[in-house]
């Protein structure tokens, strides 16, 4: 079973910036696609950005909110995915979340948590001034 785990989360100031990064183990190569996901509480999970992990010609997927400010990235050697975030504001805030689903490449727009059968645990962002 695929296993997930986020880590770089942390506590930075409005204006800064974060790297998170998302290690997949026992995670076979191919057609896949992962994502970033940010939950806020009393809020639904929202889709940040996607990646698929082969292939070429698929476009990188960014939400509104992120858009210009947040780059999705992936390592195929490492089998990791990073979030680096940049311009950081309060709204940034949340548990931040990589997902995957093996054996499909990434749908047009945003990506849906029901789309993805395998989670990380989580990393806390916070963005204070």
């Known amino acids: 079973q695929v296993q997930l785990r986020e880590t770089g989360g942390d506590s930075v100031q409005v204006g800064g910036s974060l790297t998170l990064s998302c290690e997949a183990f026992?995670?076979?190569?191919?057609?896949?696609?992962m994502a970033w996901f940010r939950q806020v509480p009393g809020r639904e999970r929202e889709g940040l950005a996607s990646?698929?992990?082969?292939?070429?010609?698929?476009?990188?997927y960014y939400a509104n909110s992120v858009k210009g400010r947040f780059a999705i990235s992936q390592d195929g050697v490492k089998n990791t995915i990073y979030l680096q975030m940049n311009n950081l504001t309060p709204e940034d805030t949340g548990v931040y979340y990589c997902?995957?689903?093996?054996?499909?490449?990434?749908?047009?727009?945003?990506?849906?948590?029901?789309?993805?059968?395998?989670w990380g645990q989580g990393t806390q962002v916070t963005v204070s001034s």
């Open positions: 026992k995670y076979r190569d191919g057609i896949n696609c």
């Open positions: 990646i698929p992990t082969t292939g070429t010609g698929e476009y990188k």
């Open positions: 997902a995957t689903r093996q054996g499909s490449y990434c749908r047009g727009g945003a990506p849906e948590p029901s789309f993805f059968p395998y």
